[in-house]
């Protein structure tokens, strides 16, 4: 019976357990449930039958009531879920909608359009806008006389400054850029004193404020900004003098980007003016206005561009030299992308302010867009900029050229860095984003470490560039020029220096450390946690060390070689048997160059001793085999005779450190006396100067009666022998046949 009742009891208090379960999506019935719950059910009541259940029947409601709750949450999530989804389609389609709604009613607007600029054009000259017409229009007339006065009497100053610059023709890059200037500051300046004196001008003026910023705003829409940037597009295109153009363009494309671009800008003026007077006059209709104006605007510039679009291609290509592919690549197709992008951020605007997103202002776009589509074109400047900026080439050879092309990319490179930064920050400074001071404490965390990350990244690509940089002008300096040797020479010329030689070792071990070090801290400011991959690499660099015992020794045995400046890039050495010059130096061989055009890899570690025959100076000997009965003085003064000469011919003079000349008898044997001369040179120089000894030796024998010894085979026959000149003849061959066959081995 106990049981029962307990089984009973468990019931009735799941039951009221699962109450306040379901009352919980109606409070109010909540509320009043509650209140109506039974004396003997409430807290005391609940708490002493809970004391009365044993350990099993609690478990069993414990797990019990776990189940419902998990399918509660089940429940809830799946219900989130679902009207989550269809809340993000459903804002999609309203999104959509509601910009298709926009775009369309600015069409239908289209008629309410005109008819507003007419009325608020009949408004302005009512005199409803800024007050009397003839009152704006004399205060305008004002500000334009007194400012056009001003310029003119500026530019009578500057006449002949403006004279000699129309006169004269540029003879170099910098003089171009300097005349350029020089005419664009006239030009630049006689704009500031027009805007000045009619500033100071309408100041003192007795006119209505009204009527003054109104006049004020005219005058610079209407002919300031046009002139402004005429003034700027002639600095930069140089429309009617090909000399002073700035950029590689014809003088077509040149005169087109003019004309097509100040017109924009005249139109762009005369736009602001319409909606000044649109907002003065309190028309509805401005957002129609600035719509068809921003369309017109940006379909202008494709275009300008869709026009001119091989003569901007030019422009983007300059007058390099050598085009690479990516750069040619780029030139054809930049204008496309341009006039791509165009399109795209005029949607982006339109999208984002029928959102009521007013960051994407139409201005704004305009900026981007110059930005952006001008991009390549300030690249062209910088390419050519650097071209005349970079130092002379140092040394001589191709390895000086190479380190020359390559101090020229490199800073073409930085340069480049430079100029996307100051792109994307201006970009965010136009959409009000100061990305420099992105980081502190009020700034969310991604954007933070993602200008970190950038920031990381364009210091390691410095870093390397700057490596590139230093390593090539090293290289330039140190290198010598490549010698022009003989046909018939021999390899074992002058190496290059100790510090051309460890240069291409200390770029790679210092690029290498500086991509490690870059992509370490990328992916910390990713959230990658580096620590396990920094105990990785050690774990795997003892691996490697225990396994590649080989190669440790052969990269240990270098790091010896190169500290004892054991050979350079270009020397002969003899490496334990395997001679040859020295091509390639890398951490763990050496690649040598036979003799025969063979190519030896020769690691460090097997190298037990080394022979450099090319350091510092060498010394040749030379042979000559002379008859027993020669003057062996003779021979030594006839040496050091043209050893003198030798030393005054300019192909060999800076070369000789020990002149020609005779060391005596080295030696007799059956031919003849071996008399011996050496000399000594710089390395490499001792081929083509034994040449031209063995060629002046021939020559002071041949002219003093000294004959070179060769072998003779003597037969004495008795005086009273009777043979006739025939048996004479075979004595002498058999006689040289057996000196000249080998005789044959004994036993």
């Known amino acids: 019976m106990t049981g029962v009742w307990k089984t009973a009891t468990l019931a009735g208090l799941v039951s009221l357990l699962l109450i306040p379960l379901f009352l919980l999506t109606d409070p109010a019935s909540a509320q009043s449930t509650t209140s109506t719950l039974p004396a003997p059910l409430q807290q005391e009541a609940m708490e002493k039958l809970v004391t009365d259940l044993d350990p099993d029947q609690v478990k069993a409601l414990t797990g019990f009531m776990t189940l419902l709750q998990q399918g509660a949450e089940t429940k809830g999530q799946a219900a989130a879920s679902a009207e989550t989804e269809t809340g993000f389609i459903e804002s999609i ?76 023709s540029p003879d170099s890059l910098f003089e171009t850029v300097k005349m350029v200037s020089i005419r664009a500051g006239l030009d630049l300046g006689g704009l500031v ?71 924009l800008f005249v139109f762009i003026g005369i736009s602001f003016f319409l909606s000044i007077v649109l907002r003065d006059a309190d028309i509805a209709i401005r957002e129609s206005f600035r719509f068809f104006v ?50 795209f951020n005029w949607f982006l605007v339109q999208f984002a302010l029928s ?62 860095v430079g100029l996307i930064a100051f792109l994307v920050l201006a970009v965010g400074r136009i959409y009000g984003l100061n990305l420099l001071a992105i980081g502190g404490s009020g700034e969310a965390a991604v954007a933070r470490h993602t200008v970190i990350l950038l920031l990381i990244l364009a210091a390691g690509y410095l870093a390397w560039e700057i490596i590139n940089l230093w390593v090539a002008h090293q290289l330039a300096k140190d290198s010598p020029p490549v010698a022009n040797q003989d046909d018939d020479s021999e390899m074992g010329g002058a190496g290059k220096s100790r510090m051309a030689t460890i240069l291409p070792l200390i770029r790679m071990v210092s690029q290498i450390t500086i991509l490690t070090l870059t992509v370490l801290l ?38 010896f070689f190169l500290m004892d400046d054991a050979f350079r890039l270009g020397e002969f050495i003899d490496a334990d048997g395997t001679m040859g010059s020295i091509e390639k130096i890398s951490i763990r061989s050496l690649q040598l160059r036979g003799t025969r055009g063979a190519v030896h890899i020769v690691p460090y570690g097997e190298i037990p001793k080394l022979t450099n025959l090319s350091r510092d100076w060498v010394i040749m000997k030379l042979k000559f085999t002379v008859p027993f009965d020669t003057d062996v003085e003779k021979v030594r003064k006839l040496f050091k005779k043209i050893g003198q000469e030798i030393m005054e011919m300019e192909e060999f003079k800076d070369d000789i450190l020990a002149p020609f000349k005779g060391q005596g008898v080295a030696d007799v044997d059956d031919v003849g006396i071996v008399v011996r001369g050496k000399f000594t040179t710089k390395p490499g120089k001792q081929f083509g100067m034994r040449k031209e000894i063995y060629k002046r030796v021939q020559q002071a024998f041949e002219e003093n009666g000294i004959q070179f010894a060769r ?23 058999a006689a040289a046949a057996s000196a000249i066959e080998p005789k044959p081995a004994a036993g």
């Open 522 to 559: 990328a992916l910390s400011q990713l959230g990658v946690n580096i620590t396990p991959l920094l105990a990785g690499a050690g774990v795997i660099g003892l691996a490697v060390g225990f396994g590649a015992q080989t190669l440790v020794r052969d990269v240990v045995s270098g790091i």
């Open 294 to 343: 921003s369309f017109a605007v940006n379909a202008w510039i494709v275009a300008i561009i869709w026009k001119a679009r091989n003569g901007l291609t030019k422009i983007i290509l300059g007058d390099e030299t050598e085009v690479t592919s990516g750069l040619e690549r780029m030139a054809g197709f930049w204008p496309y992308f341009s006039m791509a992008f165009i399109v």
């Open 355 to 416: 959102m009521g997103i007013e960051t994407l202002t139409a201005g704004r776009s305009l900026g981007v867009i110059v930005l952006v589509v001008f991009a390549p074109f300030l690249d062209t400047m910088v390419r050519g900029i650097v071209a005349h900026i970079i130092p002379p080439m140092q040394g001589e050879g191709p390895v000086a050229e190479a380190a020359h092309h390559q101090t020229r990319h490199s800073y073409v490179r930085i340069a480049r």
């Open 711 to 733: 072998k003779e085979v003597r037969v004495h026959i008795p005086e009273n022998a009777k043979l006739d000149n025939e048996q004479k003849e075979q004595i002498a061959a």
């Open 93 to 168: 389609d309203t999104t959509l909608d509601r910009f298709v709604s926009v775009i369309a009613g600015y069409f239908l607007n289209l008629p309410a359009l005109f008819t507003g600029l007419a009325v608020s054009i009949g408004a302005l000259f009512a005199g409803k806008i800024a007050g009397p017409f003839h009152i704006v229009l004399s205060a305008i007339a004002l500000l334009l006389a007194a400012g056009f006065i001003a310029e003119f009497l500026v530019n009578r100053l500057a006449a002949s400054r403006r004279d000699s610059i129309r006169s004269h």
């Open 193 to 263: 004193v027009f805007a000045l004196v009619a500033l100071v001008v309408g100041r003192l003026a007795n006119f209505d404020p009204a009527v003054r910023t109104f006049a004020f705003q005219s005058v610079y829409w209407l002919v300031f900004l046009p002139r402004l940037i005429a003034a700027l597009l002639r600095f930069a295109l140089a429309p009617h003098r090909s000399e002073l153009r700035l950029v590689t363009a014809d003088d077509s494309t040149a005169k087109a980007l003019y004309r097509n671009f100040t017109m």
